[in-house]
């Protein structure tokens, strides 16, 4: 599972190089590594079938519980098909749509990294693991939406939708982080066993609310829905990948992963169906007016994701069967008719539902694509989504004083959504064909089979479920709930009340679609509500977060460095001040003090006088050079009390820091341009507390007791682990050797600056 997962980054890096040498007319060949993928996972079959799972451990960082830890169990089966399977055709349907395109090479390497992403996220048994597999989605997700990044609105949809679901992505690390902190147990396949105590847990809601978060930006739910059809400036392919069949479902994956480890909670239920309710039928109202295709399908998949949501809220194992079985159902239409979709824009040139129709006079199998995909869409029978559609109703039937709402609210979305479908389906291929596309051809094989094979998926496994039934819903059911299902999907259950929910379904959406005309007017009224829309909230926040910033930064970055040491110093006199006034103990001992000797009392005057002309000296030059006196008086008092080494260390600094001062200064004005007295006031009086302060801290300190097991172990094992007998060069270099290449990446850093600023040449912009 591991060659799987880097299989795919690896060819993200290989594949610009594969291009630009060999420079194909065909890219086909790139479909290969997905169809591996698929051909792998396939053969793990029989395991499934025998309700085996499958574990890999890698050690990575072992000691903080961070492994490469896969398990390959029904749920992420089942996503691992839907990953590389319909990987497999967007690679094959890509070859076509973007055949010419300058960075076809580019946007195959950031599909690879998208699907390796997805892949080692839903095959992740780390919680830690899991987060940094879902953040490579959301990054490798911003490259596919943003590919046209000559477009101002693509360039606008990708940062917000990184932006949406980046902020998932920090709420997922905070679960992950408590969910560690509660358990001390890294493996999400060992977490079920812990379930009672995690939920009995005081960070249980915590930890429940930070898991939410991720899965509802990822998954696009109400209230962080938005960001999903902005996305749809991306690529067909993007659309048809990201967007129906993998990446929003991450957050459905992830709700679906923890439902045996915290879910059966009121809280779990009760917060997952009321905000999957809210989104599926928000969602569909929306749907219902939209002109543009891509637009269409983008809040029918906002609303199918709230389906999914609201059933497993739901919690019962009918609502999980239906869950299961509806994942794949929409993963198979939905792809479908954004393929669709792309076909249309690149013949047409038209996304506009109102200037389509009668393409299936010049385009049939894209039509029959359509029209399956339609089919299964709507729950007519004998589509697979016929299926799907009664099991969300035997779920729904069976909550008890609620039934009749909740029953209702189902029917109404997927009487919507039927009319979505429909429009995106049916519509663009039947009536008159408009003069102006006369002369479109049917595109390649490349383009129209792929969603011909997932439209005839939804009727095959329709008429037949039990191909389907033993291999993938029973395995992913039982992944869920934890138990061995019963069940046996059919296509005919006779007739029944859910028959009859299912014929008001089919009969409301398809009076609608022939009453219902979208339209500019009716669009506006559903746009004037803009204003209000969580999308206009949330970037009036986003704006005001930009304004205080800004301003912020005006304040405290102006460009002056002696007001910045002011903020540094003011701030560290205040945190000081704090510390000093809940309580300081100061003893000094004058019989431990030594006499001063004539040396000294040399020295300390020396130092006095050099400090007296750095302060009061006009001149820059004389400062420094004052400045590299006090440095020196230091070394004379490092060396009278007997540690030389310190003495060249700091005679070596401050021969350096003193020369690139001079360096530094030599093009500046010879004398400085002075303060007035109300700051040099203000910055002397900042200086006297700050030393007093520094001051009364070195007292402090030094009536601590002093441990010296650090500095023995250090003289102990200086020679036997690090072969020197310099205890403070071992330090420096075995010890403490990252501080120290830190240290030295720091001075390098500034080195080059202070290079690059002698080189530098301004040429003056003022007439001499």
């Given at each position: 599972?591991?060659?799987?997962?880097?299989?795919?980054?690896?060819?993200?890096?290989?594949?610009?190089?594969?291009?630009?040498?060999?420079?194909?007319?065909?890219?086909?060949?790139?479909?290969?590594?997905?169809?591996?993928?698929?051909?792998?996972?396939?053969?793990?079959?029989?395991?499934?079938?025998?309700?085996?799972?499958?574990?890999?451990?890698?050690?990575?960082?072992?000691?903080?519980?961070?492994?490469?830890?896969?398990?390959?169990?029904?749920?992420?089966?089942?996503?691992?098909?839907?990953?590389?399977?319909?990987?497999?055709?967007?690679?094959?349907?890509?070859?076509?749509?973007?055949?010419?395109?300058?960075?076809?090479?580019?946007?195959?390497?950031?599909?690879?990294?998208?699907?390796?992403?997805?892949?080692?996220?839903?095959?992740?048994?780390?919680?830690?693991?899991?987060?940094?597999?879902?953040?490579?989605?959301?990054?490798?997700?911003?490259?596919?939406?943003?590919?046209?990044?000559?477009?101002?609105?693509?360039?606008?949809?990708?940062?917000?939708?990184?932006?949406?679901?980046?902020?998932?992505?920090?709420?997922?690390?905070?679960?992950?982080?408590?969910?560690?902190?509660?358990?001390?147990?890294?493996?999400?396949?060992?977490?079920?066993?812990?379930?009672?105590?995690?939920?009995?847990?005081?960070?249980?809601?915590?930890?429940?609310?930070?898991?939410?978060?991720?899965?509802?930006?990822?998954?696009?739910?109400?209230?962080?829905?938005?960001?999903?059809?902005?996305?749809?400036?991306?690529?067909?392919?993007?659309?048809?990948?990201?967007?129906?069949?993998?990446?929003?479902?991450?957050?459905?994956?992830?709700?679906?992963?923890?439902?045996?480890?915290?879910?059966?909670?009121?809280?779990?239920?009760?917060?997952?169906?009321?905000?999957?309710?809210?989104?599926?039928?928000?969602?569909?109202?929306?749907?219902?007016?939209?002109?543009?295709?891509?637009?269409?399908?983008?809040?029918?998949?906002?609303?199918?994701l709230g389906i999914l949501v609201f059933l497993i809220g739901l919690g019962t194992k009918e609502a999980l069967l239906a869950a299961s079985v509806?994942?794949?159902?929409?993963?198979?239409?939905?792809?479908?008719?954004?393929?669709?979709?792309?076909?249309?824009?690149?013949?047409?040139?038209?996304?506009?539902?109102?200037?389509?129709?009668?393409?299936?006079?010049?385009?049939?199998?894209?039509?029959?694509?359509?029209?399956?995909?339609?089919?299964?869409?709507?729950?007519?029978?004998?589509?697979?989504?016929?299926?799907?559609?009664?099991?969300?109703?035997?779920?729904?039937?069976?909550?008890?004083?609620?039934?009749?709402?909740?029953?209702?609210?189902?029917?109404?979305?997927?009487?919507?959504?039927?009319?979505?479908?429909?429009?995106?389906?049916?519509?663009?291929?039947?009536?008159?064909?408009?003069?102006?596309?006369?002369?479109?051809?049917?595109?390649?094989?490349?383009?129209?089979?792929?969603?011909?094979?997932?439209?005839?998926?939804?009727?095959?496994?329709?008429?037949?479920?039990?191909?389907?039934?033993?291999?993938?819903?029973?395995?992913?059911?039982?992944?869920?709930?934890?138990?061995?299902?019963?069940?046996?999907?059919?296509?005919?259950?006779?007739?029944?009340?859910?028959?009859?929910?299912?014929?008001?379904?089919?009969?409301?959406?398809?009076?609608?679609?022939?009453?219902?005309?979208?339209?500019?007017?009716?669009?506006?009224?559903?746009?004037?509500?803009?204003?209000?829309?969580?999308?206009?909230?949330?970037?009036?926040?986003?704006?005001?977060?930009?304004?205080?910033?800004?301003?912020?930064?005006?304040?405290?970055?102006?460009?002056?460095?002696?007001?910045?040491?002011?903020?540094?110093?003011?701030?560290?006199?205040?945190?000081?001040?704090?510390?000093?006034?809940?309580?300081?103990?100061?003893?000094?001992?004058?019989?431990?003090?030594?006499?001063?000797?004539?040396?000294?009392?040399?020295?300390?005057?020396?130092?006095?006088?050099?400090?007296?002309?750095?302060?009061?000296?006009?001149?820059?030059?004389?400062?420094?050079?004052?400045?590299?006196?006090?440095?020196?008086?230091?070394?004379?008092?490092?060396?009278?009390?007997?540690?030389?080494?310190?003495?060249?260390?700091?005679?070596?600094?401050?021969?350096?820091?003193?020369?690139?001062?001079?360096?530094?200064?030599?093009?500046?004005?010879?004398?400085?341009?002075?303060?007035?007295?109300?700051?040099?006031?203000?910055?002397?009086?900042?200086a006297l507390v700050f030393g007093t302060l520094i001051s009364v801290l070195t007292l402090e300190v030094m009536n601590e007791s002093v441990t010296?097991?650090?500095?023995?172990?250090?003289?102990?094992?200086?020679?036997?682990?690090?072969?020197?007998?310099?205890?403070?060069?071992?330090?420096?270099?075995?010890?403490?050797?990252?501080?120290?290449?830190?240290?030295?990446?720091?001075?390098?850093?500034?080195?080059?600056?202070?290079?690059?600023?002698?080189?530098?040449?301004?040429?003056?912009?003022?007439?001499?």
């Open positions: 599972m591991l060659i799987a997962v880097i299989s795919g980054f690896i060819f993200a890096l290989v594949i610009p190089l594969i291009m630009g040498w060999l420079k194909p007319k065909s890219t086909i060949w790139a479909a290969i590594l997905p169809l591996s993928i698929f051909g792998y996972f396939l053969s793990k079959l029989p395991l499934i079938l025998a309700g085996e799972t499958l574990k890999m451990s890698y050690q990575w960082v072992p000691s903080i519980g961070v492994n490469l830890d896969f398990y390959l169990d029904g749920l992420s089966y089942l996503f691992v098909l839907l990953i590389s399977g319909i990987g497999s055709l967007v690679f094959i349907y890509t070859s076509a749509y973007l055949k010419g395109h300058h960075y076809l090479d580019r946007f195959y390497g950031y599909l690879s990294m998208f699907m390796a992403s997805m892949l080692g996220l839903v095959l992740s048994d780390n919680i830690y693991t899991l987060f940094i597999f879902w953040e490579l989605t959301s990054i490798s997700s911003f490259f596919l939406i943003g590919f046209n990044n000559d477009n101002p609105d693509s360039r606008k949809s990708a940062i917000t939708a990184l932006a949406v679901t980046g902020i998932g992505g920090l709420f997922l690390m905070a679960a992950m982080v408590g969910l560690g902190h509660i358990t001390e147990v890294y493996q999400i396949s060992a977490l079920a066993p812990l379930a009672e105590s995690i939920q009995s847990d005081s960070l249980y809601g915590w930890v429940l609310f930070f898991l939410f978060i991720a899965a509802f930006t990822k998954s696009a739910q109400f209230p962080f829905h938005f960001w999903l059809p902005g996305a749809m400036k991306a690529p067909t392919p993007v659309s048809t990948y990201l967007h129906s069949a993998t990446m929003v479902k991450a957050g459905i994956y992830l709700l679906a992963r923890f439902t045996p480890i915290l879910g059966n909670h009121e809280w779990w239920n009760s917060t997952l169906i009321i905000i999957g309710a809210i989104t599926m039928t928000y969602a569909a109202i929306h749907a219902l007016f939209r002109l543009d295709l891509k637009g269409i399908l983008a809040y029918s998949t906002i609303s199918a509806f994942i794949l159902v929409h993963a198979l239409y939905k792809a479908t008719l954004f393929l669709v979709t792309g076909i249309i824009d690149h013949e047409t040139g038209t996304r506009d539902i109102r200037q389509l129709g009668g393409l299936n006079k010049v385009m049939l199998p894209v039509g029959i694509a359509a029209m399956l995909a339609a089919l299964s869409n709507a729950g007519i029978p004998p589509s697979f989504g016929f299926v799907g559609k009664d099991l969300i109703y035997d779920a729904t039937l069976g909550m008890g004083d609620v039934a009749w709402l909740l029953t209702g609210l189902a029917i109404f979305t997927n009487a919507a959504l039927l009319f979505a479908g429909f429009l995106a389906g049916i519509k663009p291929f039947v009536g008159k064909l408009p003069e102006k596309f006369e002369q479109l051809h049917l595109p390649g094989p490349a383009m129209y089979i792929p969603p011909l094979l997932l439209g005839v998926l939804g009727i095959v496994f329709g008429l037949a479920p039990g191909l389907i039934e033993g291999s993938i819903i029973r395995p992913t059911v039982q992944a869920i709930t934890g138990a061995t299902p019963d069940f046996h999907l059919k296509l005919w259950h006779g007739f029944n009340l859910i028959l009859l929910l299912s014929a008001i379904t089919i009969g409301s959406g398809t009076l609608l679609y022939f009453l219902l005309k979208p339209s500019e007017g009716l669009l506006a009224k559903v746009t004037r509500f803009e204003k209000v829309s969580p999308q206009s909230i949330i970037t009036l926040i986003a704006n005001g977060f930009v304004a205080i910033s800004r301003n912020w930064t005006k304040f405290f970055q102006n460009g002056y460095l002696r007001f910045y040491l002011i903020t540094i110093l003011s701030f560290l006199c205040i945190l000081l001040g704090y510390r000093f006034f809940t309580g300081v103990e100061l003893y000094i001992d004058t019989a431990k003090l030594t006499d001063v000797t004539l040396y000294e009392a040399i020295v300390i005057l020396i130092m006095a006088t050099a400090i007296f002309f750095t302060v009061f000296s006009k001149s820059r030059l004389t400062a420094v050079a004052s400045l590299g006196v006090v440095g020196y008086s230091f070394c004379m008092i490092f060396l009278f009390y007997s540690a030389p080494d310190l003495a060249m260390t700091q005679f070596s600094i401050d021969t350096l820091t003193v020369i690139l001062f001079v360096l530094v200064l030599y093009n500046l004005p010879r004398y400085l341009v002075l303060p007035d007295n109300n700051d040099k006031i203000r910055d002397g009086l900042l010296k097991e650090i500095s023995e172990y250090y003289a102990k094992n200086a020679y036997i682990l690090g072969k020197g007998k310099n205890v403070v060069n071992v330090i420096l270099v075995d010890f403490r050797g990252f501080d120290t290449i830190v240290e030295i990446t720091v001075l390098a850093i500034a080195a080059i600056g202070v290079f690059g600023l002698l080189k530098l040449h301004l040429k003056s912009t003022e007439k001499e």
